[in-house]
């Protein structure tokens, strides 16, 4: 039961912060991201770093993916 109460605490931040993104309001995804942070340490954070990489994951498609991966890469490169 304290699983599912920290998985929806996890998925909860996560959705605060696209939601905070898609209204382009920084201030309360960084907010989230804090409360997830010193609720939950490290280890929180990283649960919504994660949750996020999925949700995007699951609408992206494969040529999505691709360009992804190539912007990534040169980043990556130019770093």
Same mark, same amino acid.
């Given at each position: ?13 996560? +959705?605060?912060?696209? %939601? +905070? &993104?898609?209204?382009?309001? %920084? ?5 989230? %991201?804090? =409360?997830?942070?010193?609720?939950? *340490? &490290? *280890? *929180?954070?990283?649960?919504? +770093?994660?949750? &996020? *990489?999925?949700? +995007? ?8 993916? =691709?360009? %992804?991966?190539?912007?990534? &890469?040169?980043? =990556?490169?130019?770093?």
């Amino acid at each position: 039961m304290a699983e599912n109460s920290k998985q929806d605490r996890t998925i909860s931040y996560a +959705a605060r912060v696209v %939601l +905070a &993104l898609t209204d382009e309001d %920084l201030d309360s995804a960084v907010r989230a %991201l804090t =409360e997830a942070s010193t609720s939950r *340490g &490290l *280890g *929180g954070l990283q649960a919504v +770093a994660v949750a &996020l *990489g999925q949700m +995007a994951a699951d609408r992206m498609t494969p040529a999505d993916a =691709e360009v %992804l991966a190539s912007v990534s &890469l040169d980043a =990556e490169a130019t770093r």
